[in-house]
């Protein structure tokens, strides 16, 4: 019986000794083992952990993976359905595109610009917004001031108008597409810091950090920054999911990535003509695109949850 | 005259599930109010007090489980109200209640006129007109001048004091039978609270009402009401008479209540009393008394047994196993204030911090194209606090306390003037040579530790940004500090938010002492704590000043904190030091009219005693808007012309400074 039960009950197990070891160092759980302990434990975490770590996987090793080149046209087999459907070939287990290239091949090779694109467009966005926002919200006065104007100026302009004027003159390239939308996208980032700044900077441990002889500067990277992580994360996960489809509508209109190149976004964009005929043709990097947003979501949850430190143990 | 109670409570329980349990939040409370009555329900926070009155009032979370024998009001059971019979009949109409926060409890949307006709409106025929007379006749009662103006006022427009007393005008808009108060002056200043608490008293005489005034404040209740209900983890642990509850406690939660207010029992004592732990919270089946794991005389049938309910008269009861001991606790009678025991007199006459003739000027600007307004935080003003002594600096909100505290750290620039710390010119001190001489303790143990870190990260945290020794020296000392402030090592990897209000402080007073300072700024360090956790806090400061020969600029508006904390007390009113001296010179003696009126609205605990008139007129000024000549004329009982036209300068009388015309050279003044 005894046997079942501790199979049955693994954290049980695991919190019991892990009490143990809080006994013997008489300090509780480091908070780097409290968050790994916790994310042991965290389903969604360990889901969106699980779906990117195979699209990094199938990204990295899309050459030795994707069975077909993912370039070759091969106009007789256009149009293919998936394998499964009347008239689909096991060759071409996802089907073929309007040119005859393989679906599949398409979609591995995708994953690795769709990525890129998604999380890197993001980052330069949060870093864009959140250093802006941060000044903005500690500093306040002129600083703000000049950062409020530039968001007026950010949101009046088309940014559609703006990132075509500025891949015309930069060049076409992935390089540039992240940038670029990474540049047009951080006014969300920037609001939400700074309110939550102005909020956070009248709190009394930034006083007391002041007091104890920090800099402005260490007090608003040190102690404010750390407690907009929940924030960040947040609007992090949308602006992956809003990075890949701005980069199909780029790809649309030929400014994207160059041309032979598979993107999930640009792949939806293609197959919009035929939505109703071959309906795969979007579904399909749809279906991709759509557990790549889910899984950051839940891996962005799963952090928040397992850092968050607002409950008791 | 009716005999017959208007409440009746019989075993009212409130179970709120939770995820994993069911919370008992109150558990069987009997309770009975006369007609005319005041019944004081007293506490910790999370005794289950407020739960108790909304329980009443069904306003209960929706969650929430209320099940009760009967609540009989007037005779009709309201467990068989149903919702709409209880909005529609008694809530607002034959109950009143008066919430803590007058910030939040009107709507700020709506005029005070507007809100006050609509709750009289709302429950019976009356013309909009009829209402409206109704409503200025009562803000003439409830002291706002010039009501029929404010009828058309927003809440924004009108201060703290003045929001609590339309509150208690809303109430008493349908003439209720029974007003409940729920911490009616705890977010209020103690000129304010004064005001209220007679306000309350003399309505209540005057229609006859009966009221519930729940507090933490035994100072308050002693004052206010006629009968006692002390609660403890959902249930009423002790009931009587104010007069034999205060003063002849039965039960041990009730005598450690009164063992932590400083300068009641405790006069010969160096230390308070306190009771160790929290409020537990009730979950699941409960065995013994609630209390047994904070109490001092707890005996073995105590966790094993529920205790009894003993009777000594009708109207007075305790529940408890009542071991041999707890007959013992005598009351020592209450300590005259002329009694000095508790602290030694001044240590020594080097001044380790002075401030000389500070002023400082914000200027605020209504609106993006408003013109700017000076707004005088700081005028004149002078302070010395010498080597290892504990001056408290008294005032209420809006005085400027905080830009002195503010000054005193380097943490703003006055106008003119300077701060002397140590010999040195404050501003003239690197930051990092100036942490290492003074350091703050905030008031709110909830805002003052960054959420993000861990407990030992933050006490450790400046002997990281100084760079003192290695990483290992480091957690040694941290360690050491913990131990020295009353932490368990286990919390050292705990966030701050996984640790009560009181160890909460202590971490952030491990914080403060880590580098070592001379001078701690306690900016009322226990003002947001229960009383019994106050008093730990208090006890512990005062051991920390003997053991690291500290000196403590002690900012606090509760005065028997003053009394038991400090050596000499400086009195701020509208940015300016009124007075100035040794605590008894100012605490008996007081020769500045404001400083007098404070001293009266400190409530002790005094049975049977009335809260004392305090002669002050008005709210406190908004500092956007100071008054010519002495700044406190307005309010003043005894001005003259003079005071009207002259700002006093400060003056000598004895031992204090003075800031007033009419300052007698030695009072002759009874004492109190």
């Known amino acids: 019986m005894m046997t079942t039960d501790t199979v049955k009950n693994p954290r049980f197990v695991a919190e019991s000794q892990t009490d143990g070891e809080q006994v013997d160092t008489g300090l509780g759980l480091s908070p780097a083992k409290a968050a790994l302990k916790r994310a042991r434990g965290h389903t ?20 030795w993976l994707a069975p077909h080149d993912p370039y070759v046209q091969n106009l007789p087999m256009r149009l293919l359905p998936p394998a499964w459907v009347d008239g689909g070939e096991w060759r071409y287990l996802l089907g073929t595109d309007h040119l005859g290239r393989d679906y599949l091949s398409r979609i591995i090779y995708g994953a690795r610009i769709s990525l890129a694109i998604g999380i890197g467009a993001a980052t330069v966005g949060a870093i864009i917004g959140v250093t802006l926002g941060l000044l903005a919200g500690y500093f306040g006065g002129w600083l703000d001031q000049a950062v409020n104007f530039l968001v007026t100026c950010q949101l009046a302009i088309p940014s559609l108008l703006l990132i075509m004027a500025l891949v015309f003159v930069i060049g076409q390239s992935i390089t540039v597409v992240i940038f670029v ?20 900077r009248e709190m009394d441990f930034v006083a007391a950090a002041r007091s104890m002889g920090c800099s402005r500067f260490q007090v608003a990277v040190r102690e404010v920054l750390p407690n907009l992580s929940n924030q960040i994360m947040v609007i992090f996960t949308l602006e992956v999911a809003i990075a890949i489809l701005s980069e199909a509508t780029l790809s649309f209109l030929g400014l994207g990535i160059p041309s032979p190149m598979p993107s999930w976004g640009l792949m939806i964009a293609e197959g919009k003509t035929s939505m109703f005929f071959q309906p795969w043709l979007v579904v399909l990097p749809g279906l991709a695109l759509f557990m790549l947003v889910i899984a950051v979501n839940l891996l962005g949850d799963g952090v928040r949850d397992v850092t968050v430190t607002d409950r008791r143990s | 005259m009716n005999t017959q109670p208007l409440l009746d409570i019989r075993n009212l329980s409130v179970e709120i599930p939770t995820e994993s349990s069911t919370l008992k939040a109150v558990r069987g409370v009997d309770l009975e109010l006369k007609r005319g009555e005041t019944l004081g329900i007293v506490g910790e926070s999370g005794s289950g007090k407020s739960m108790t009155a909304l329980a009443m009032m069904s306003l209960l979370p929706p969650a929430a489980r209320r099940s009760a024998a009967c609540i009989n009001f007037d005779g009709a059971d309201l467990m068989q109200a149903s919702e709409h019979d209880f909005a529609v009949q008694v809530r607002g109409q034959r109950i009143g209640m008066i919430f803590q926060e007058p910030m939040t409890s009107l709507n700020p949307v709506y005029t005070i006129g507007r809100q006050l006709k609509e709750t009289m409106t709302l429950h019976r025929k009356v013309s909009e007109s009829e209402a409206e007379v109704r409503a200025i006749h009562l803000l003439e009662k409830v002291g706002l001048p010039d009501p029929a103006s404010r009828l058309k006022q927003y809440p924004h427009e009108l201060s703290g004091g003045q929001r609590q007393r339309v509150m208690i005008a809303m109430a008493l808009m349908n003439e209720p039978e029974l007003l409940i108060a729920d911490e009616p002056t705890t977010a209020l200043d103690v000129t304010i609270q004064a005001q209220i608490l007679r306000l309350l008293r003399d309505l209540q005489q005057e229609l006859g009402m009966s009221m519930i005034l729940i507090t933490h404040d035994l100072g308050v209740v002693s004052r206010a009401a006629d009968k006692i209900a002390v609660m ?9 008479t104010t007069e034999e509850v205060l003063l002849n406690p039965r039960h041990p939660y009730t005598q450690g209540l009164l063992e932590c207010v400083p300068g009641y029992r405790n006069g010969a004592l160096k230390r308070l009393g ?11 089946t409960v065995q013994g008394c609630a209390f047994a794991s904070r109490c001092p005389r707890a005996v073995d049938t105590c966790r094993t047994q529920t205790p009894p309910s003993q009777e000594i008269s009708p109207q007075r009861m305790y529940v408890c196993h009542d071991p041999q001991e707890t007959r013992d606790w005598q009351p020592s009678p209450a300590p005259g204030l002329s009694q000095d025991m508790l602290v030694s007199p001044s240590q020594g006459q080097t001044p380790i911090l002075s401030v000389n003739s500070v002023s400082c000027t914000f200027s605020v600007r209504r609106g993006m194209f408003g013109k700017r307004i000076p707004l005088r935080a700081m005028n004149d003003i002078s302070l010395q606090v010498n080597k290892g002594e504990v001056l408290a600096l008294v005032g209420e909100s809006g005085c400027g306390k905080t830009t002195l505290t503010r000054t005193i750290m380097g943490l703003q620039q006055p106008d003119t003037g300077s701060v002397v710390l140590n010999g040195q010119r404050i501003e003239t001190l690197p930051a990092m040579q100036r942490a290492r001489m003074i350091q703050p303790i905030f008031q709110d143990p909830y805002s003052s530790l960054n959420p993000r870190k861990t407990i030992g990260e933050i006490i450790g945290k400046p002997l990281a940004v100084h760079k003192l020794g290695s990483r290992q020296e480091q957690l040694a000392k941290t360690y050491s500090m913990m131990e020295l402030v009353g932490l368990p090592r286990r919390v050292f990897n705990s966030y701050p938010n996984q640790l009560s209000g009181g160890q909460r402080q202590r971490a952030a007073i491990g914080r403060a002492l880590i580098m070592r300072p001379e001078v701690v700024i306690c900016d009322e360090p226990t003002s947001a704590l229960d009383v019994s956790v106050q008093a730990q806090i208090l006890n512990l400061l005062l051991d920390l000043r003997d053991e690291l020969d500290l000196t403590y600029l002690f900012v606090t508006h509760n005065l028997s904190v003053v009394q038991h904390m400090a050596d000499r007390v400086a009195v701020m009113y509208l940015g300016e030091i009124v007075e100035c001296g040794d605590r008894d010179d100012v605490m008996l003696n007081p020769r500045h009219p404001y400083t007098r009126a404070l001293m009266d609205s400190a409530l002790s605990i005094a049975p049977g005693e009335i809260v004392p008139d305090l002669g002050l007129s008005g709210d406190f000024p908004n500092p956007m808007n100071r008054p010519a000549g002495c700044a406190f004329n307005p309010r003043c009982p005894i001005a003259e012309q003079v005071c009207r036209e002259r700002a006093p300068a400060p003056e000598i009388i004895g031992s204090s400074l003075v800031r007033c015309w009419k300052a007698q050279p030695s009072s002759d003044r009874p004492i109190a």
């Open chain 1, 44 to 63: 969604g975490l360990k889901i969106g952990f699980g779906i990117i770590l195979l699209m990094v996987f199938l990204a990295l090793f899309a050459p």
């Open chain 1, 181 to 200: 939308i990474g540049a047009t996208h951080w006014v969300f980032y920037l609001v939400v810091t700074r309110s939550a700044t102005l909020r956070l």
């Open chain 2, 274 to 284: 306190s009771i160790p732990g929290i409020v537990p919270s009730m979950t699941g």
């Open chain 2, 232 to 240: 403890y983890a959902g249930d009423i642990v002790e009931t009587g």
